[in-house]
């Protein structure tokens, strides 16, 4: 059984989510198109399916070809792609603070 991260289980698992979630993650880092649906979990010809709206609300932007692939990274200067991270940054902020109450009462148990 595959763990669903805080961002999934948050926002929902559709495809573009789901694409979201692995680009949030690996936020520092471009991929291919087969790359991006690999590690998200999702088919290439489903990602194929949201890549127009992807590039059309400039989540992604393309940074460089690498013989005949083209890699794309997040768009960390979109001013909604900043909140998702924030959004993300949040969520592993308080699963974080969760954790450690409970390790506290772990301890002193």
């Known amino acids: 059984m595959e763990t669903k991260s805080l961002f999934i ?3 929902g698992e559709s495809p573009t989510i789901r694409v ?3 680009l ?3 936020r520092d880092l471009d991929f291919s198109i087969t790359d991006m649906a690999k590690n998200a979990g999702i088919g290439r010809s489903t990602l194929y399916r949201v890549w127009d ?3 059309k609300n400039k989540i992604i ?12 990274k997040l768009n ?4 909604k792609i900043k ?17 450690s109450e409970k390790q506290k009462i772990k301890v002193t148990a």
């Open 61 to 72: 932007t393309p940074t460089r070809v690498i013989g005949r692939a083209k890699l794309y």
């Open 76 to 79: 960390k200067n979109n001013i």
């Open 24 to 26: 949030l993650t690996e």
């Open 9 to 11: 289980e948050f926002m």
């Open 20 to 22: 979201l979630d692995y």
């Open 53 to 55: 709206d992807l590039v």
């Open 83 to 99: 909140k998702l991270i924030e959004i993300d940054d949040a969520l592993i902020l308080e699963d974080l603070k969760k954790r």
